[in-house]
């Protein structure tokens, strides 16, 4: 029979990879916590209106990367391809301006999009976010990215770069956009074919094509910052300010203008060129009109999201040949008599939260401290014929290998400590 694969772009994580999702889950709900974030879980599956109203019907995700389908009763659902519009609309579902001035959340979890796998991206890929709703204070904008400088520094991404940009109020970025749609206009015919219909669809998107006479063209293009009015300005100076108090290195990009419709204002991107083409590991930025646009009372927000699979990808290129800690212990049973005693033995270190394992069946001693060897075991407990007759294990400490005898009724105690 041949074998069933995983779906082309949904990878299994597991073995020595975990343990990176693991410290960056833990590092993340930390900081978190530390900046007053509360955590919410959304579901995975979204009515599909939401994200075609949410991201923009316009925009590439929408168009051509969703997971929908019709459900058994008939209802076109879309398995969720980012988490912020999900949020959003929990967030007006129950109220929760109700029960809090400013709204600080975040959420971690599976996310879909029917792209094109290569390294770094991902059909299913994970996500971590945060969403501030309730303000539009720059200050807001500038402590997400503390927080997610904070992250990437503290799982061990050395070096990264943050890039920084005003995309105006929804008032100058229309300008801009009639500026910029009339300057590309004149050299169409120039443009790849691409651009030539992002032109009609969504010019700002023409800044991420590869084909090189159109990078040229783009060059020459209108600046957004040219565009903005004192406030906008004002408000970008405070987020840049902000950043620099917390020795946040940014540089700022005016071609910055991230695929989803809801952004105006800050906008923002980590990224790092260890990763290759899909070098964004985290995006975000302000989105003051998308809680109005699903259904809401007017209400600015701004957050990011942080793609999991780039981050742990970046920890494992910066990680040192780390020497693994040693912890637990792991018994060496000689003899089916001593093992119904280890079983009892064994159970005692597991209910004192000592990690503890051993064979279901007896093997050669060597076989056996093998296994505690690879498993990076503090201790061998060896329990033979001779040993139980004495009501003793011999304790082996496997990074010096002295052996002590301890007596049955003390091994929890020592292993405890
Ligand atoms: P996004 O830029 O579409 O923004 O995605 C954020 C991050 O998710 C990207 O920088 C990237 O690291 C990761 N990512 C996106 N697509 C893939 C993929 N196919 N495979 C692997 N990683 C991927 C958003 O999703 C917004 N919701 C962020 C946000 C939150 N803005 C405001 N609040």
């Given at each position: ?11 299994d ?13 833990r ?18 599956l ?50 929760l ?6 709204t ?57 770069k ?48 590869k ?68 070098s964004?590991f ?39 040949e780390?020497?693994q ?6 018994f ?25 394992d ?19 075991y ?24 002295e ?15």
């Amino acid at each position: 029979m041949n074998k069933i694969q995983s779906v082309t772009g949904m990878n299994d994580i597991f073995g020595d990879e975990v343990s990176y999702w693991q410290k960056l889950e833990r590092v993340s709900r930390e900081i978190f916590h530390s900046y007053g974030f509360h955590e919410i879980r959304t579901p995975i599956l979204e009515e599909t209106a939401l994200f075609a109203r949410g991201i923009g019907e316009e925009t590439q995700v929408v168009q051509k990367e969703m997971y929908n389908f019709k459900d058994k009763g008939g209802d076109l659902v879309t398995m969720r391809p980012e988490g912020t519009a999900g949020v959003v609309r929990a967030y007006i579902q129950h109220a929760l301006q109700a029960q809090e001035e400013v709204t600080k959340l975040y959420y971690m979890g599976p996310m879909f999009r029917y792209e094109r796998p290569q390294k770094g991206r991902l059909r299913q890929f994970h996500q971590i976010g945060v969403e501030v709703l309730g303000t539009d204070s720059p200050y807001a904008d500038a402590d997400i990215v503390i927080v997610m400088d904070r992250i990437a520094k503290e799982v061990g991404i050395k070096e990264f770069k943050l890039e920084v940009n005003s995309l105006g109020t929804m008032d100058e970025r229309q300008k801009f956009l009639a500026r910029l749609v009339s300057y590309f206009e004149t050299y169409q015919e120039d443009l790849d074919e691409d651009s030539q219909r992002r032109l009609q669809t969504n010019p700002l998107r023409i800044f991420d094509s590869k084909n090189e006479k159109t990078k040229e063209i783009c060059q020459e293009a209108p600046d957004i910052l040219e565009f903005l009015g004192e406030d906008s300005l004002k408000e970008f100076d405070v987020f840049k300010k902000a950043l620099e108090v917390a020795n946040v290195s940014y540089q700022v990009n005016s071609r910055i203008v991230r695929g989803l419709d809801y952004y105006e204002k800050t906008a923002f991107e980590f990224s790092s060129d260890k990763l290759g083409a899909q070098s964004a590991f985290c995006g975000g930025g302000r989105y003051n009109r998308l809680v109005e646009s699903l259904g809401g009372k007017p209400t600015p927000g701004v957050g990011f999201g942080m793609g999991c699979e780039r981050v742990v990808l970046l920890m494992q290129e910066f990680a040192q040949e780390k020497s693994q800690k040693l912890e637990g212990v792991f018994f060496v049973v000689l003899g089916d008599q001593a093992l119904v005693k280890a079983r009892e033995l064994i159970q005692s270190v597991r209910d004192a939260n000592v990690k503890a394992d051993m064979l279901y069946e007896s093997k050669s001693m060597k076989a056996q401290m093998r296994k505690a060897n690879k498993g990076h075991y503090q201790y061998a407990v060896i329990l033979g014929e001779n040993e139980l007759e004495k009501g003793i294990v011999v304790l082996k400490d496997l990074s010096q290998g002295e052996q002590k005898e301890v007596s049955f009724n003390e091994l929890v105690k020592f292993v405890k400590k």
